[in-house]
């Protein structure tokens, strides 16, 4: 159930509008997550920044989804699950690729390590310790792709705790008659 309705440019606070407006322009629409987020001008600015931040890691975009589908698994958000598989099959993964990833791990065990410290990073990133980092290290991860992943897994919180609070969930899909 919807909590938070998506926003027309036109009912959006300014800096919101100008934002909706250069994305509709851009894109031909704004999407319901980002037209809810309107409400918030600087939630919106925000995470548009962070998603194009995002967009420049060095994490291959194959992992990126498996890691963004394991977070979106023990999140919890349906919205989020779907898109991220969509991409990830269009990313060429598998549907194996895509069950595994959802349980926080692959057939390859350095994605494994680097998957299962992505779900500790969201779920009890306290536990994480200089061993953690160093298994990553000793299996090829750079420190860079090692920060990446906390920017990947805080990208995820943010628009699936978003999604659920405000309720939006994906549309029911209709059989093909």
């Known amino acids: 159930m919807r909590r938070l309705n998506a926003l027309e440019p036109e009912q959006a606070p300014a800096r919101s509008r100008d934002l909706l407006n250069e994305i509709i322009e851009r894109r031909g629409s704004a999407g319901e997550m980002v037209a809810t987020m309107a409400h918030s001008p600087a939630l919106l600015e925000g995470y548009l920044a962070f998603s194009r931040a995002m967009k420049r890691v060095k994490i291959p975009r194959p992992l990126s989804e498996k890691i963004s589908l394991a977070v979106q698994e023990w999140i919890g958000c349906a919205m989020c699950k779907q898109a991220h598989e969509r991409a990830a099959l269009a990313a060429g993964l598998s549907e194996s690729d895509v ?3 959802r349980q926080g791990t692959s057939t390859d065990a350095r994605e494994a390590a680097l998957i299962g410290v992505a779900v500790r990073v969201l779920a009890e990133p306290g536990s994480l310790t200089d061993e953690d980092l160093a298994e990553l290290r000793a299996h090829g991860w750079s420190d860079r ?33």
């Open 145 to 177: 792709i090692i920060a990446e992943v906390v920017g990947l897994v805080s990208l995820n919180l943010l628009t699936g705790a978003f999604n659920l609070l405000t309720g939006i969930e994906p549309k029911a899909e209709t059989a093909a008659t």
């Open 99 to 101: 069950a595994l990833a």
